[in-house]
């Protein structure tokens, strides 16, 4: 028959070299850390201008302790460490600032996980080529609507104008309210370029559109690559990734890689009608679900019993909302 083992606390074993003090939750609140706006990123490193001056970069890694948050160009992030941006120094990103506004898209309108292209932009300018390739509507509505969900105002900015007139593709917006400017390889930039200055603005378009080549007249020192259309007419991907670059006359432009679909799964109706502030307070005696299109969709929507300006607005909205609805 076994005998019961009887211990006291002389039995218990003590793990040589090791303390009985729990780690510390405490984490530092890096009260010192530098504000710097993200201007690159490239392969787990972010370039960053610190206190947003273009002249003072550095280079920088995410701390630990943001796991994977993500960041992207245009994000206000605080930097710790060596600050210097001398070669090889590297700083820690300790944090990452409030977005004031974002401008996200899917792969398309099934696939649930959004991507954020870039945060606190003041403009989108959509670069359309009006030949070669050709324009398509259809993208230009969908950027309109990530625009106006994400805060950002938007702009459409139409190139390769000694190829096809800009009159009829620019008449496919008669109602919205959209800023259209010129900007072909012979067009003078004394319009566009006031629109720019002071701001923040991010170009988008598809490929071979010429966004690389406005960069470049607007940047010269940017010395962005630039491609030819392929005979299919899509155009090549030279840009592969975003980069921010400062206009001399104060501001940034934010060029990124050409896209071959906007999805739009992360948007609802509501994100788009609140952007028009006007519609903001009507569409509040809208139905549950309601999705704005009106009758026979939505007969009880609100937006019909708008008059005057607003009704045209509400008319705009709509146009925009049957993008989603399809």
């Known amino acids: ?34 504000e710097a706006m993200v201007i690159g990123v490239d ?20 701390a630990r302790e943001l796991g994977r948050t993500p960041i992207v160009v245009g994000d206000l992030v605080g930097l710790v460490g060596d600050v210097s941006g001398r070669p090889d120094t590297l700083a820690r990103i300790v944090r990452r600032g409030e977005r004031r506004t974002v401008l996200r898209r899917t792969a398309d309108d099934t696939d ?20 070669d390739p050709p324009p398509r509507v259809g993208l230009v509505q ?12 938007p702009i459409l900015c139409l190139t390769k104008t000694d190829l096809a007139p800009a009159e009829p593709f620019a008449a496919e917006f008669d109602g919205l309210d959209l800023r259209i400017v010129t900007a ?4 003078p930039l004394d319009e566009l370029t006031p629109l720019l200055t002071g701001k923040v603005t991010v170009l988008l378009g598809h490929s071979g559109v010429g966004k690389s080549t406005l ?22 991907h030279t840009s592969t ?45 809208c139905p549950r679900g309601c999705g704005h299109l009106g009758p026979p969709a939505d007969p009880e929507c609100a937006l019909d019993t708008l008059t005057g300006t607003a009704a045209n607005r509400a008319r705009a909205a709509r146009r925009l909302l049957t993008v989603l609805a399809e």
Not at 2 to 30: M, Q
Not at 184 to 187: F, I, K, N, T, Y
Not at 227 to 232: C, D, F, L, S
């Open 215 to 236: 960069v470049n007249r607007l940047v010269p020192e940017a010395d962005r690559a630039t491609g030819e259309v392929t005979e299919i007419g899509k155009g090549r």
């Open 142 to 153: 969908r950027a309109l609507i990530a625009a106006y969900a994400g805060g950002l105002e």
């Open 241 to 285: 990734q975003s980069v921010a670059f400062p206009l001399s006359g104060g501001g940034w432009v934010i060029d990124t890689p050409g896209i071959r679909s906007f999805g739009l799964a992360h948007i609802e109706p509501d994100d788009v009608v609140l952007a028009f502030s006007d519609l903001a307070e009507a569409v509040k005696d």
């Open 43 to 62: 392969r787990g490193r972010w370039r960053c201008a610190l206190g947003g001056d273009p002249n003072r970069r550095v280079t920088a890694m995410r």
């Open 184 to 187: 072909g390889r012979d067009d």
């Open 112 to 131: 649930p996980t959004e991507r954020v292209v870039v945060a606190n932009a003041d403009q989108l300018l959509i670069v359309v080529a009006l030949a």
């Open 1 to 34: 028959m076994s005998r019961r083992l009887d211990y006291d606390e002389s039995d218990v074993r003590i793990r040589p070299g090791r303390g009985s003090r729990p780690r510390t939750k405490i984490r530092p609140d890096h009260s010192d850390a530098q």
